[in-house]
């Protein structure tokens, strides 16, 4: 709350205020930490903050009271919530790299955290992909040299076109865009609150941020890039609709925000951006704490086709999860209809050509179509678990945090609009233009509800089934990654790589194959051994 004071103020005296902490001061050397606050940097402080102690609150329940792989777990969030800070909060490269590279592991840390062979490969996926990212941060640091300092921030007008590319597609491996995007449904292996943290209002919108901090209309504003990040945002929702898993369907959804959020912040809208991934932050992780009280009173199951009528035995939390989901459609008047409206107004107003225009009303639509899917699967269709099983709400902290949450999923937007005075813009449409979006929301409503009906039959589309079901093969880009790496004509299928062939690993594979030689010599009868006497004893003469 006091970040959020600070951000009001600091935007209604429009200030700056830069830290500079000396670390080290030795003769001509000196090493400084700059802190740079200004009221973006401060805003989105108080929502990782705000949303980080949600969290927390939330998982003293979901992960359990102070044993020892719960207090693990609180330091790595507490080290994750550091580390977006460090990024945050710095106008510096090098200290945006340290951070930046700390998302990165820890999130690999927390995405293994229960150690399956899935949720080792998903946390192997998230870490290379988001090691491709660091690759051109390091470069466009080292090429940072010629201008004589790392603070980017007084250079932004002399930079190369070049040195903005790089830093565009690191963003787009952090913030998933396509060809990177198969990470973040992967990533959905690690633990609800983990994915309500990381997932929703940090790990992923530090690329957003990073291209915020950056923006240079020169070289920002490309149609292009504005096609990548559609394409994206259509490809999630579209994907979303044939997923049965509760977290991924959400995961996909948040992907599909990330779409939007950069497409707006390469038509130059850039403070709109920033009041989109706030206000998403706020719902998106309600979403999850919600989805997650489901998961964890249904024992772990995900699956939403065994769920349904949850709202007889969980009135609050499905409230609380129609809030977060009417917000994400953009529904009039809840936190996601401002940032959205005025998104999509601005881009009919800055006249984009057709084809970007029905790509964005299309998303509006399948946005609402997977959201009343997901709202007609968990609550309206019959219970379909195990007839036993007794659900109840009695989950003190998991409570206060979703309900807390869900006040700001209603209130924030509007309250953030009116304190930062983003409707001073005045907008003139035609009516049909003004009230496309309420009715493409409303159609992607109604369509989504008759979809439910008619699912069995679209089963055998079994191909348009596979390509929506794997992100449009994006799954095998990265398969196919490992599998070209032939090495000694060793097949990847045997997980065993020349290092590993005449190495450890080898060596005790044919330690392995001589003892089992042994125990087979020794089970057999005893001419056996009468012959291998005799053979020794003609090796002795």
């Known amino acids: ?16 205020v830069m830290f500079e902490w000396v670390l080290m001061d030795l003769n001509s050397i000196n090493f400084t930490y700059i802190i740079f606050l200004d009221w973006m940097s401060a805003g989105f402080c108080f929502v990782v903050l705000f949303i980080s102690s949600m969290v927390i609150l939330y998982s003293s329940s979901y992960m359990g009271d102070y044993n020892y792989s719960s207090i693990r777990f609180l330091f790595l969030v507490l080290m994750f919530v550091l580390s977006m800070f460090i990024m945050i909060l710095s106008p510096n490269m090098i200290s945006i790299l340290l951070g930046w590279d700390g998302l990165g592991l820890i999130s690999y840390c927390l995405v293994i955290y229960y150690m399956s062979l899935k949720s080792y490969l998903a946390g192997m996926i998230t870490c290379l992909v988001n090691r491709l990212g660091d690759i051109g941060l390091l470069i466009s640091i080292s090429w940072m040299f010629s201008y004589g300092s790392w603070n980017f921030m007084f250079y932004l007008t002399h930079f190369q076109p070049e040195l903005f590319y790089l830093l565009i597609i ?18 959905m292996a690690a633990p609800t609150p983990v994915s309500a943290l990381v997932h929703s209002s940090t790990l992923v919108t530090a690329g957003v941020y990073l291209l915020i901090r950056f923006f240079n209309t020169k070289y920002f504003i490309n149609d292009f890039l504005i096609y990548v990040s559609i394409v994206t945002l259509i490809m999630s929702s579209l994907c979303a609709n044939y997923e049965f898993d509760l977290k991924k369907i959400i995961a996909l959804s948040t992907l599909s925000q990330l779409g939007l959020m950069m497409s707006s912040l390469f038509m130059g809208m850039v403070e709109m951006t920033f009041f989109h991934l706030l206000s998403h932050a706020m719902f998106k992780s309600l979403l999850f704490l919600c989805s997650g009280i489901i998961i964890h009173l249904m024992g772990g199951c995900q699956d939403i086709r065994f769920m349904g009528s949850i709202c007889y035995s969980m009135p ?161 880009f990265s398969t196919w990654i490992f599998m070209s790496n032939y090495n000694f004509g060793y097949h990847m299928n ?15 594979y044919y330690l392995q194959k001589l003892s089992n030689f042994m125990q087979m010599y020794s089970m057999n009868s005893m001419k056996f051994f009468f012959i291998s006497m005799l053979i020794w004893c003609l090796m002795i003469i």
Not at 1 to 16: A, E, G, W, Y
Not at 494 to 508: L, Q, T, V
């Open 170 to 187: 690191s963003s787009f491996t952090k913030s998933a865009q396509i060809p990177f995007s198969m990470w973040l449904p992967a990533a």
């Open 494 to 508: 045997n997980s065993i790589y020349w290092g590993e062939f005449f190495g450890g690993m080898g060596i005790s």
């Open 1 to 16: 709350m006091i970040f959020l004071l600070v951000s009001m103020n600091l935007s209604l005296f429009d200030l700056t």
């Open 316 to 476: 609050l939390t499905s409230c609380c999860l129609n809030i977060s989901n009417m917000s994400l459609c953009g529904f009039p008047f809840l936190s996601g209809f401002y940032s959205k409206d005025l998104i999509i107004d601005s881009m009919s107003f800055l006249g984009s050509n057709m084809f970007v225009m029905i790509l964005f009303y299309l998303s509006l639509g399948l946005t609402s179509i997977y959201s009343i899917r997901l709202f007609y699967y968990s609550l309206m269709s019959n219970f379909k678990f195990f007839s036993y099983l007794n659900m109840s709400e009695e989950i003190y902290l998991m409570k206060y945090s979703v309900v807390i949450l869900s006040m700001f999923s209603l209130k924030f937007g509007c309250m953030y609009m009116w304190i930062m005075n983003l409707d001073m813009k005045f907008l003139l449409l035609p009516f049909y233009l003004k009230i496309l979006t309420l009715f493409m929301v409303m159609l992607g409503l109604f369509i989504g509800y008759e979809f439910s009906h008619f699912y069995k039959n679209l089963i055998n589309m079994n191909s348009f089934y596979s390509l929506n079901g794997s992100m449009w093969f994006m799954y095998s």
